[in-house]
Every structure is written in structure tokens, then in C-alpha cells.
């Protein structure tokens, strides 16, 4: 509120709409303020506990098709809906504080935290994927977080992407690789890894499960 | 026209702050280290290297718009002009003794010529009132602080005070580019400018973002709180405090009679 444009149905029609979409795909009916700022990032986030707010960088508005949009709308309602809002913010300032606050029991919580905010994710994409209800769509976005320059992202074929996600999980890299990957996704890394993303989407998609529930909701 | 010094543009809150720097004890003694221990000079190889130097021969259009902004603001000769690739909308001077500007490619990118002028007008203002030393002083503690003879608990007591400071120039330089261009509605369009993308800024109504903005700063309790304290650390002060800012200026009646003093 206080950098951000606001963004409203008579600045940014086309925004408001998928946001709107993605707020009766999702069944979210409370009032959230957008707010577009300045920043290279390639998610929404949203903030608030008794007042909703959804920060969008100005990329992602240049970056990305509507459909995508709904995508990381749907994951902010998700996270709205699910009131883990102020997880993920007690998260980032624990984790914060540690790097100049000595605070041993901060220090102990940021493993937990850190895992759960990376598992949290999942849960964050299943909602995106439900709201735009386009897996191609979100494929494409995943590829574009991964590194995928934007101009050949129609040109990638996502499921055989996916396909040698799957192959290199089944490759044996060695004790190297695998305390690298412990590490990084257990002790240190902010995010969960675009590799993960994709495969638990994809094992979700392929199970069946993403279409009962959008079937029984249709 | 008068020339515009700073005594017409320099923001009160800049000038304490300022000022509260300048008591801190040991101050003089650091600037004085630093001046002679080359630190501008590396600081400035390393901030430039990979930068294009803006001429009279390769940007001739940029070089006389500083030319322009630097005979209204009494300066015979602009400081060298150096392009850097950044996604940041904003410009930086830096340096004490050679102080140089790093424009942001975005910035150039984005503005037309009549918003870029104005914009730049920043640069200079900030060249003018001697902020190269004080942006200069504050990145040299942020990034290399370690190797300063200080002790890390004064570092951080300049830190805090060059944070405050750092927040405190953009309304400095939101009133020199009111005085160089007498353009309401474009000084509040380039504050913020690029947070959003073209076609929705252009869709904006200024008179929202000026109620947006007193929303903000009529936060009580908490909200106050955690609004101040999610700056502390922050070298840019909130655009919605900016537009308040510059708001309350015109509408007192103030700058009027700045603009009537500088005729």
C-alpha cells in the first residue's frame, strides 16, 4: 500500500479479471486489495490477517498470459483460504531475525519452517492449477521459473520436460548429489526447487486426482 | 530565472539528518580515512567498469538535458554520466571528491524525454546539496564495512543514521524537480513511477494514488508501527509519504512562494 499502485477494474481490466475468475473458481468471496510494484520476481504474494492484500510484480503483468495470472492468483487464494498467511510471514521473520538477532530457539525453527514453507508450495500450485484449470499453462510458467527464456517457451514440449525430470530422479548420481540435494532442500533452500514442482504436480495430475476434483465441482 | 540552490529544494528532514551524521562521533575521522585511503577510487573503478560512459559523442541528447538541469541549478560543469544495466527506477550519485552518476538503464528505457529531464533533475540536485558523500560513505559501510577500523557497533549506529538519511532525500529531490519543471501532475507521475506497467499507470487516477497515499499515512497503532519499522533497514522512503509529501508542499502554498522568490 504504501509503493504499489493499486490496481482496480478501471486500471488494469484484464488483471482484476483473472483475479476475479480465479476468486469464483476457488469459492473465496472476501475482499482483497491488489497492489502492483516494482520487482523481477515471478509470484503474487499475499499478506494479511484480518485485511487481504495481493502484492504483483510489474514483470509478472508483462511476463505472463492471463491464464497464468489465475495461476498465481489461485495460489495466493489458496493461501488466504487456508490462513497460512501468517505462517509463511512468522516464517520469513524467524528466519530473518537469525541472521542478526541471536536468537538460538529462531535458529533451531528455521529447518521446520523452512520445509514447511517449501512443502507449502505444493499446496500453493495445486490451488493455482485448480483456479486457471489449464496444466499446460502452468507447465509453461514452471519452465519459465526453471530458466526457460520466454520466447521459446511455446516450443518446449512440457511433458517430455517432465519426462526427463522423472528419468534424471531414477539416475544414480552418487553420495555427492545426494547430500547436495539434502541439503539444499532440507536446510537451506527458500523455495522448493522448480524440479519438484513439476514431478509433484505432474504425479497429481497423472493420478487422477486433479480431475475428480474438478469434476465433482463442476 | 534565479538559480536554484538548495536552500530552495533541500528538504528539513534531509538537512537534520544530515546533520545528525555529521555529529556522530567519529565521523570526520572515518571520511577522513576513507578520503585517503582510495576507497573512492576502487569503489569507483568497480561501479563503472562495466559501464558505458555517456558523452556529447554516443548520448548527446542525455548529456544536454544534464547540461540543461545544471545551469538552473548553478553548475558550470555536470559530473560524469555512466549507463548501468539495472531493473532499479533510480539513479545513483556517488563519490566525495569525484562524485559521478550511474543512470539505470530502466530509467532510460521507460521515460519519455519531458519525464526523463525531470527525472534527472534528481541527479543533479543530489550532485548540488553533496549527497555523492553520504551515498558513497553509506555503501562503502554496507558492503565492506568488515575491513573499516570501526568497531561493528559504531558501523551500525552509522548505518541506522545513513538509512534515515538515504529515506530522506527523495523528498529533496521531489522538490527540485517541482522547481525545475513547475509540473504538478508529472513530478507525482514519476513518483512511483514504473511500479506498475505503462497502460495501467496511464489509467491511474492521481487523485486515487493522493487518497491511497493518505490512507497510508493515517495508519495508527500497529499498523504505524510495523509501517516504520519495515523501513528501518530500507534506503527508499514509501512513494505513498512521497505524494503526502509533495502534496502538502503545493497545497500550503509554499512552493508558490518559492516559485515567486526564484522569478
Not at chain 1, 482496480?8 to 476468486?23: C, G, I, Q, W
Not at chain 2, 548553478?74 to 527506477?89: D, H, I, Q, W
Not at chain 2, 486515487?208 to 509501517?227: D, N
Request: proline share 4%; aromatic share 12%.
Amino acid at each position: 500500500m504504501g509503493t504499489g499502485i493499486q490496481l482496480t477494474l478501471s486500471n488494469a481490466p484484464k488483471v482484476y479479471a483473472a483475479f476475479e475468475h480465479a476468486k469464483e473458481v476457488l469459492d473465496f468471496d472476501v475482499p482483497v486489495d491488489l497492489y502492483c510494484y516494482r520487482a523481477y520476481d515471478p509470484a503474487f504474494q499475499a499478506y494479511g490477517t484480518d485485511r487481504y492484500f495481493i502484492g504483483i510484480p510489474d514483470s509478472t503483468i508483462r511476463m505472463f498470459t492471463p491464464t497464468q495470472w489465475q495461476f498465481l492468483f489461485g495460489q495466493c487464494i489458496t493461501a488466504l483460504k487456508g490462513k497460512m498467511t501468517e505462517m509463511l510471514s512468522l516464517a520469513n521473520a524467524i528466519e530473518y531475525s537469525t541472521h542478526f538477532l541471536p536468537l538460538e530457539t529462531g535458529k533451531v525453527l528455521v529447518a521446520p519452517l523452512g520445509q514447511w514453507k517449501r512443502k507449502a508450495q505444493l499446496t500453493l500450485d495445486r490451488g493455482g492449477l485448480l483456479a486457471c484449470q489449464d496444466y499446460d499453462e502452468v507447465m509453461r510458467y514452471l519452465n519459465w521459473v526453471s530458466g526457460v527464456p520466454a520466447r521459446d517457451l511455446d516450443s518446449i514440449d512440457v511433458y517430455n520436460r517432465v519426462e526427463e525430470i522423472i528419468q534424471s530422479t531414477k539416475e544414480d548420481k552418487g553420495i555427492a548429489d545426494t547430500v547436495g540435494h539434502v541439503k539444499n532442500t532440507v536446510f537451506s533452500a527458500r523455495n522448493m526447487s522448480s524440479r519438484e514442482r513439476f514431478l509433484e504436480l505432474y504425479n497429481w495430475y497423472e493420478s487422477g486426482t486433479y480431475a475428480k476434483i474438478v469434476r465433482e465441482h463442476t | 530565472m534565479k538559480t536554484i540552490t538548495t536552500e530552495y529544494f533541500l528538504h528539513p528532514g534531509d538537512e537534520a539528518a544530515i546533520q545528525a551524521i555529521r555529529k556522530i562521533p567519529g565521523f570526520e575521522k572515518l571520511l577522513d580515512y576513507i578520503s585517503k585511503n582510495s576507497y573512492e577510487k576502487v569503489d569507483l573503478v568497480q561501479r563503472t567498469c562495466c559501464s558505458l560512459q555517456l558523452t556529447e559523442n554516443n548520448a548527446p541528447k542525455i548529456i544536454q538535458m544534464y547540461a540543461r538541469i545544471g545551469k538552473a541549478f548553478g553548475l558550470e560543469e555536470t559530473p560524469k554520466v555512466f549507463l548501468r544495466r539495472s531493473y532499479a527506477m533510480h539513479n545513483e550519485v556517488v563519490g566525495i571528491h569525484s562524485p559521478c552518476i550511474l543512470i539505470s538503464s530502466s530509467v532510460l528505457a521507460s521515460m519519455n524525454k519531458e519525464e526523463l529531464e525531470t527525472f534527472l533533475v534528481a541527479d543533479i540536485a543530489g550532485f548540488v546539496a553533496g549527497h555523492g558523500t553520504y551515498a558513497f560513505i553509506r555503501r562503502l559501510i554496507s558492503e565492506f564495512g568488515g575491513f573499516l577500523p570501526v568497531p561493528r557497533e559504531v558501523l551500525e549506529i552509522f548505518l541506522t543514521a545513513m538509512n534515515a538519511w538515504a529515506k530522506q532525500r527523495y523528498y529533496t529531490y521531489d522538490r527540485a524537480r517541482m522547481l525545475y519543471s513547475d509540473n504538478y501532475e508529472l513530478v507525482m507521475r514519476l513518483i512511483g513511477f514504473g511500479e506498475a506497467p505503462k497502460e495501467i499507470m496511464a489509467k491511474t487516477d492521481l487523485d486515487a494514488r493522493i487518497e491511497q497515499a493518505r490512507s497510508f499515512s493515517q495508519m495508527t497503532g500497529l499498523q504505524s508501527s510495523l509501517k516504520t519499522a519495515s523501513v528501518l533497514t530500507k534506503d527508499k522512503p514509501w512513494n505513498a509519504m512521497r505524494l503526502a509529501e509533495m502534496y502538502n508542499w503545493v497545497e500550503s502554498g509554499i512552493y508558490a512562494d518559492i516559485k515567486e522568490e526564484l522569478q
